[in-house]
């Protein structure tokens, strides 16, 4: 899977902490955690992040 952009990184946020997201193993990975202590995991699907809150996995 090709890796986003460093420019297109640098604005990517959680949408439920606010913090910048990290790429690791295919996913979008918030770098603080959330309420419950959790790093919050996005899919990025045919390249495109998919940051829907309810659609996060932990």
């Known amino acids: 899977m090709a890796k986003l952009s460093a420019d297109i990184m640098a604005v990517l946020r959680c949408p439920v902490?606010?913090?910048?997201?990290e790429e690791e193993d295919g996913w979008l990975v918030s770098t603080v955690p959330d309420a419950?202590?959790?790093r919050?995991?996005?899919a990025l699907?045919?390249?495109i992040p998919v940051?829907?809150?309810p659609r996060a996995t932990v």
């Open 36 to 38: 419950s202590g959790a």
């Open 17 to 21: 902490t606010g913090s910048a997201l």
């Open 51 to 53: 940051l829907l809150a």
């Open 40 to 42: 919050l995991r996005y």
């Open 45 to 47: 699907e045919e390249g």
